[in-house]
């Protein structure tokens, strides 16, 4: 297959795979369907979070709803990937989309936030193998190099889904309630028809060949990383309430410590059975992208949630309204990922990619850092909005191709996993240490903005304003004005319930307003300093060649060499031998057979099946 006979690479890749271009094709709408669904969640969420966190009266607890999602879904992506391996992707990925299904029903029964933080833990390990199995499948029949000429298609439903999710959970959002039932519980419940539509799609259509091998299962391993890392992900969310050097905070960090160290140990000992095989760290590239991904996850994730609850509290933004202003970011991924898809498709070249997206996105964090606050245009907002979305949709893909392309085809279900493991890692971390950060400061932040705002002549006047004094919904705050100190104590109710700045006259708004947009301004200037880490750490990844193989491809070739070594092995053993003995009718005729079956016995004698 050559660059120069791109129409026929497809059917070639597939005949030498046992598929054909139909049944690549065919598998693809089985996964794009898996991938609606995860996409979907991924962002219908962002858009409605502050209006769920107000209704449940949890405004500064919403971080472990999203953190308990992405606690279970990252640990549970690795073990979808080393089962998926030894098992075959299929049932893993049906038993992945059943088990989001079921926790996006129990999330529409939620009465707390830590009701709800539950419910999204047991959605989170659905989720978990929903995105990392639909790019390991799409591993084991695509070669890296024409991968591109089937992105467009995932990139569609990525981008449809990313641009629909959040403006279906504003719109959602948004209602008082649809057939009785409170309008944001509809977010959550959008995916139970959705998801038994994947389901019944993939179980009709997802059939391709696995080859068994001898295997141990992982469990240790499992336990020893979730005990390494719930701890950490819990005090990065909890440790400013309880204190970074409170006595819990010193147990999570000891603990968390513990089980890291105890799961390199537990790894160790499995050598190939491990959930991921060390063997993988020594590959420099295979390090370097899955540290790269978890810095990259950091950042953005951590400064991604924040930008609409900008405009919802800082613009005043209905939800719907939010959710259609995130398009100038998908807008901005799809374009920068469908064109990087196709150059590295036509050049073999990724490297210049990974470069490129995370100097954007770490230019277009510190434009947000230093120019948008509450009086910023939407216009201007806008543009970084896409600066930030042509960066994000760079790297995005590319980073899990490098490792694809790094690692031996056996090991493609537990290597994307692991990339998406350790992106997920980073999305947590920064998820929980940026939402942190923000409430850490944002009370501050107000209280400053009440001291600078309060002697201006426009907060004077509103003061001053019959109307304003007469409205009930200021009283609060005109109350305050006379407290030694009422931007903290006000600061401290906005964290529960944010929705009342919205109904306050727009001079006593202000200061909540500028001091939510200059904490969320550090965030920012954080995110954007980790993100610029990446971008130095990428200039350091070996660029090869694109293998022109896909896995299915590659793990046939594989075998077969190893049963023609063995032969080959068996054979030179044979002529060794002294054959001093009369040969017999018998004797004769059986050498052929035995000498086979040794060679067959000393590769495993591994026989293929379909998922």
Same mark, same amino acid.
């Given at each position: 297959m050559t660059d120069t006979k791109p129409q026929a690479a497809p059917d070639q890749a597939a005949s030498e795979s046992g598929l054909s271009h139909r049944q690549i094709m065919t598998i693809l709408y089985g996964l794009m369907a898996g991938m609606f669904l995860a996409a979907l969640d991924q962002t219908i969420v962002s858009t409605a979070i502050r209006t769920i966190s107000d209704d449940l009266h949890g405004l500064s607890r919403q971080a472990w709803a999203t953190t308990a999602y992405l606690i279970t879904s990252t640990i549970a992506t690795p073990l979808y990937g080393k089962l998926s391996d030894l098992? %075959?992707?299929?049932?893993?990925?049906?038993?992945?989309?059943?088990?989001? +299904? &079921?926790?996006?029903?129990?999330?529409?029964?939620?009465?707390?936030?830590?009701?709800?933080?539950?419910?999204?833990a047991l959605q989170g390990l659905g989720a978990g193998g929903l995105l990392s199995l639909a790019f390991a499948i799409i591993g084991d029949i695509v070669p890296p190099r024409e991968?591109?000429?089937?992105?467009?298609?995932? !990139?569609?439903?990525?981008?449809?889904?990313?641009?629909? *999710?959040?403006l279906v959970g504003g719109f959602f959002a948004g209602q008082g309630e649809i057939l009785g039932i409170a309008g944001w519980r509809w977010v959550f419940l959008v995916n139970v028809p959705v998801g038994v539509v994947a389901l019944l799609v993939v179980g009709k259509v997802l059939h391709i060949p696995h080859t068994r091998r001898p295997h141990r299962i992982d469990w240790f391993g499992a336990a020893t990383l979730t005990l390494g890392v719930v701890p950490l992900l819990i005090v990065a969310e909890q440790g400013r309430e309880w204190g970074w050097g409170s006595g819990a905070s010193i147990a999570c960090y000891l603990i968390g410590s513990i089980g890291v160290l105890t799961w390199i140990l537990v790894e160790h000992r499995m050598g190939e059975d491990a959930l991921i095989p060390m063997r993988l760290f020594a590959d420099r590239i295979f390090s370097l992208a899955s540290l790269i991904g978890l810095i990259f996850g950091m950042a953005m994730f951590g400064g991604f949630l924040l930008i609409p609850q900008y405009f919802q509290i800082v613009k005043g933004a209905g939800p719907t309204e939010a959710g259609l202003l995130m398009i100038p970011v998908m807008v901005g991924m799809m374009g920068s990922s469908i064109l990087s898809g196709q150059i590295t498709s036509k050049t073999g070249r990724y490297k210049i990619f990974?470069?490129? *997206?995370? %100097?954007?996105?770490?230019?277009?964090? %510190?434009?947000?850092?230093?120019?948008?606050?509450?009086?910023?245009?939407? @216009?201007?907002?806008? !543009?970084?909005? &896409?600066? #930030?979305? +042509?960066? #994000? *949709?760079?790297?995005m893909q590319t980073l899990i191709l490098v490792v694809q392309n790094a690692v031996p085809p056996k090991d493609m279900g537990v290597a994307t996993s692991a990339a998406t493991f350790f992106r997920q890692m980073g999305a947590t971390a920064g998820t929980a240490v940026f939402l942190s950060v923000l409430f850490s400061n944002v009370s501050g932040e107000i209280a400053k903005a009440f001291t600078r705002d309060v002697r201006t002549p426009a907060f004077q006047s509103a003061l001053a304003d019959p109307a304003v004094l007469a409205d009930p919904a200021n009283g609060p705050v005109i109350d305050l004005v006379r407290n030694p100190n009422p931007g903290g104590a006000q600061g401290s109710g906005v964290l529960s319930d944010s929705?009342?700045?919205?109904?306050?006259?727009?001079?006593?708004?202000?200061?909540?307003?500028? *001091?939510?947009?200059?904490?969320?301004?550090? @965030?920012?200037?954080?995110?954007?300093?980790?993100m610029a880490v990446a971008f130095v750490l990428v200039f350091f990844i070996k660029e090869v060649p694109l293998r022109t193989m896909s896995g299915l491809q590659a793990k046939a070739a594989a075998e077969a060499a190893e049963l023609a070594d063995a032969q080959a092995t068996t054979a030179a053993s044979e002529q060794a031998e002294p054959s001093q003995q009369p040969a017999t009718a018998g004797s004769a005729s059986a050498a052929p057979p035995s000498s086979e079956q040794d060679a067959r016995r000393a590769v495993g004698r591994r026989r293929p099946e379909r998922d």
């Open positions: 098992y %075959g992707r299929r049932p893993f990925y049906l038993a992945a989309i059943t088990i989001f +299904v &079921v926790g996006s029903a129990a999330c529409t029964f939620s009465t707390s936030m830590y009701e709800l933080a539950g419910f999204r991968r591109a000429r089937y992105q467009g298609y995932f !990139l569609a439903v990525f981008g449809t889904s990313s641009v629909l *999710g959040p990974p470069i490129l *997206g995370t %100097g954007i996105a770490t230019i277009a964090m %510190g434009l947000f850092a230093f120019f948008v606050d509450a009086e910023t245009s939407l @216009v201007t907002t806008s !543009l970084f909005m &896409v600066l #930030l979305g +042509v960066g #994000l *949709g760079q790297c929705s009342f700045i919205q109904h306050l006259d727009p001079r006593l708004a202000a200061p909540f307003k500028e *001091g939510f947009s200059e904490a969320m301004q550090l @965030v920012f200037l954080i995110a954007a300093c980790v």
